[in-house]
């Protein structure tokens, strides 16, 4: 079954430190990945997206991708507690157009 | 850039009634459209997607009877709920792609309620 899997949370991070969320994935086919924040009640926004090995970083946000392990994680830096919300993970799966979304992983930044 | 629109924000029906669903895409042509749909404390679930003048694409398990898609133009999608009953209630996000990138920038979502 193609899936993407994110631990549910609660993370909880102090204000400053970073946060670290991760993501795993089941099909190897899978080219297209993106990180979207979700605050209770409104739509995902998306934070970035990234497609190849290694690392992406836009301002305090650093998106890392490792095919052959077959998981993508994001890193926030300098944590704000306007950071606290659900970051989606979502994949587009080998062969298909939308998103196959991950549960979600509840982060709470501590002022 | 990237605004997607939702129109209405929030609707309560009875059971039995219709509800349409507009979704537009605000600064730039959206060649292909998608709609999700988000139940309390769980994540989005792709329902269908559209590419503008063609028939939708359901996801297994959507009924496409009852979830009519509608995607007349490069920046206008519509869903109808048809004959919506309790279990219908949730959260309907549509999202859009340009054409050369697989993006998807989402509206605002259309919390509906049916009594």
């Known amino acids: 079954q193609k899936e993407v899997e994110q631990n549910s949370g609660p993370l909880s991070v102090p204000e400053g430190a970073i946060a670290s969320l991760n993501c795993t994935y089941s099909?190897?086919?899978?080219?297209?990945f993106f990180w979207y924040r979700q605050y209770s009640g409104k739509s995902p926004e998306l934070i970035m997206s990234?497609?190849?090995?290694g690392d992406k970083e836009d301002g305090r946000f650093t998106a890392q991708l490792n095919k052959a392990s077959q998981y993508v994680s994001l890193l926030i830096r300098d944590s704000q507690p306007s950071d606290s919300a659900t970051y989606l993970c979502?994949?587009?799966?080998?062969?298909?157009?939308?998103?196959?979304f991950g549960k979600g992983t509840h982060l709470i930044i501590q002022p | 850039g990237a605004v997607v629109s939702q129109h209405p924000s929030r609707v309560i029906c009875k059971s039995g009634t219709s509800v349409k669903i507009e979704c537009r895409s605000l600064?730039?042509?959206?060649?292909?459209m998608f709609w999700y749909r988000q139940f309390p404390k769980q994540s989005l679930m792709l329902m269908a997607t559209?590419?503008?003048?063609?028939?939708?694409?359901?996801e297994q398990g959507v009924e496409k009877d009852k979830f009519l898609i509608n995607h007349a133009s490069l920046t206008l999608s519509t869903l109808t709920v048809t004959s919506a009953h309790p279990e219908d209630s949730s959260f309907y996000i549509c999202?859009?792609?340009?054409?050369?990138?697989?993006?998807?920038?989402f509206g605002p979502g259309t919390r509906l309620t049916v009594l």
């Open positions: 990234i497609y190849s090995n």
């Open positions: 999202s859009a792609s340009t054409g050369g990138t697989d993006t998807q920038y």
């Open positions: 600064d730039f042509q959206a060649t292909t």
């Open positions: 099909d190897r086919g899978s080219q297209s």
């Open positions: 559209s590419n503008e003048g063609s028939k939708a694409t359901y």
């Open positions: 979502a994949v587009i799966i080998g062969g298909a157009d939308g998103l196959t």
